[in-house]
């Protein structure tokens, strides 16, 4: 089960969940589609590519810092005069009520380590991507980039068991159990807690898949910190794996 890990962290990330009108909620984790869609830009894939390699990809989530959700008051349009304010899809702009008021929600200081794994040809690529993006790399929506690399293990005979003892990007002081994400039963049979149907084949296509959610004791992680502190325990554990 060959595979390498992804780390998401940032100061905001947002993993969309179904839109309501004029409120964008997010997911409380990274999702299938968010995850394929970040690798597919480092690959320098367009908006409309077939994304059906990385689609087979199986995602597992360790949740480091869940974060909170930070809601956005979000305005577009307002004070401006009529040739200005928001385009309307036939032409032309939007003469009355010019003003367009969202909802949007972010996750505040959360951070995730994924697991990726599959076929061993389209992990190379992706990883060697996650290294150097083609387009820039954002958590979700552009206005919340990484502030830590996405790759810090690039390649591991079984990524989801190295989540049992890689460092957990969170503070020394916290402690208990760590949250899970399993696109795969983790125990034989499980009934899966969630289903989300999702445009993760590319082009507009949607696709349906199983989460699992548990709470892990990872006697074995130690928690590296944050901030710079965080980098040196992944340099740290580098030495001592290699």
């Given amino acids: ?131 150097r993006p083609f387009y820039p790399p954002y958590l979700g929506r552009r206005s919340c980039p990484p502030d830590v690399p996405l790759v810090p293990w690039t390649t591991t005979a079984d990524p989801v068991q190295e989540l049992q003892r890689f460092p957990l990007h969170r503070p020394p002081r916290a402690t208990g159990p760590v949250g899970f994400v399993y696109e795969q039963p983790p125990e034989p049979g499980a009934p899966a807690d969630e289903e989300l149907r999702q445009d993760y084949l590319g082009r507009q296509r949607f696709g349906d898949y199983l989460l699992w959610y548990r709470l892990l004791e990872l006697p074995d992680a130690k928690a590296g910190g944050l901030g710079t502190d965080y980098l040196t325990a992944l340099s740290d554990y580098r030495r001592t794996r290699s």
């Fill in 1 to 131: 089960m060959t595979g390498f890990l992804l780390h998401c962290s940032g100061p905001l990330q947002s993993w969309g969940g179904p839109q309501y009108r004029n409120v964008y909620p997010t997911y409380r984790h990274p999702t299938r589609s968010a995850l394929v869609g970040l690798i597919a830009a480092a690959l320098g894939r367009e908006l409309d590519a077939d994304n059906s390699d990385l689609a087979r990809l199986c995602f597992t989530i360790r949740i480091d810092r869940p974060g909170q959700i930070e809601t956005d008051f979000h305005t577009i349009g307002g004070g401006y005069p009529p040739d200005l304010t928001p385009p309307l899809a036939k032409g032309g702009h939007r003469s009355k009520g010019g003003t367009i008021v969202t909802y949007r929600d972010y996750l505040a200081d959360a951070a995730f380590t994924v697991a990726a794994t599959g076929d061993r040809a389209v992990l190379d690529r992706a990883s060697r991507a996650l290294e």
